[in-house]
């Protein structure tokens, strides 16, 4: 799961509103955007609502994993089809010519289709995308099965990193290494650390 990386925080910051891309961010992916709200500026209730969102987030991802094992995917794809999408097609995923879906099993097509509607909303880095779609508070596929539906997929890992870059700097502000190290950690978005520079570099963060 990815986490926010937070550094210190400097006295006397005014106070901060939750913005649409924020709010968004929280109601899809609570695990990782509930933890903006702890830097300073948010109000106690804001961050009431929004931790409290993941708490009940995650309870009904536990409660329906027994019926189902697309918990997280059911919403999502239903705000997914009312969002525009973030950044042009050329990041979306598409089906490869080298291995295509027909040669994929009936869990892999549907791994397949959840690793396209996440793709569809926000940017995810390969390894982002396998434990997103494998985490028992995710999909609750076969790490096996993840990994070959995402390397099924024709993925412009590069383009993606500019996306969740961009996204970051809509919501907050980084440094050049310090959105590099968000992109990159193995706590945030596990980009590898070439596509986390490109990514920081063509969202404007380095210069």
Do not use: H
């Not at 598409?94 to 295509?100: L, M």
């Not at 569809?120 to 993840?146: E, H, N, P």
């Not at 383009?159 to 980084?174: C, I």
Request: net charge neutral; aromatic share 8%; glycine share 10%.
């Amino acid at each position: 799961m990815s986490e926010v990386i937070l550094g210190d925080d400097s006295k006397g910051v005014e106070k901060r509103k939750v913005g649409a891309a924020l709010g968004i961010g929280i109601l899809l992916l609570p695990w990782i955007f509930a933890w903006f709200l702890l830097r300073k500026g948010y109000s106690p209730v804001a961050r009431v609502i929004s931790f409290g969102w993941m708490a009940i987030f995650f309870l009904i991802v536990m409660g329906s994993g027994s019926s189902s094992n697309q918990p997280v995917t059911a919403s999502a794809a239903s705000t997914a089809a009312s969002a525009p999408s973030a950044e042009p097609a050329k990041a979306s995923a598409k089906a490869s010519a080298s291995e295509p879906e027909s040669n994929l099993t009936g869990p892999q097509r549907n791994a397949v289709r959840s690793a396209k509607q996440y793709l569809s909303m926000t940017g995810f880095s390969r390894k982002g995308l396998i434990a997103q779609l494998s985490s028992s508070a995710g999909d609750g596929y076969d790490v096996a099965d993840a990994t070959a539906a995402v390397d099924s997929l024709d993925v412009d890992w590069n383009e993606n990193a500019v996306r969740s870059a961009k996204q970051y700097l809509d919501m907050s502000g980084f440094s050049c290494n310090g959105l590099i190290e968000q992109l990159s950690s193995s706590a945030g978005d596990k980009y590898t650390v070439s596509e986390a520079t490109y990514g920081a570099r063509q969202a404007g963060a380095c210069s």
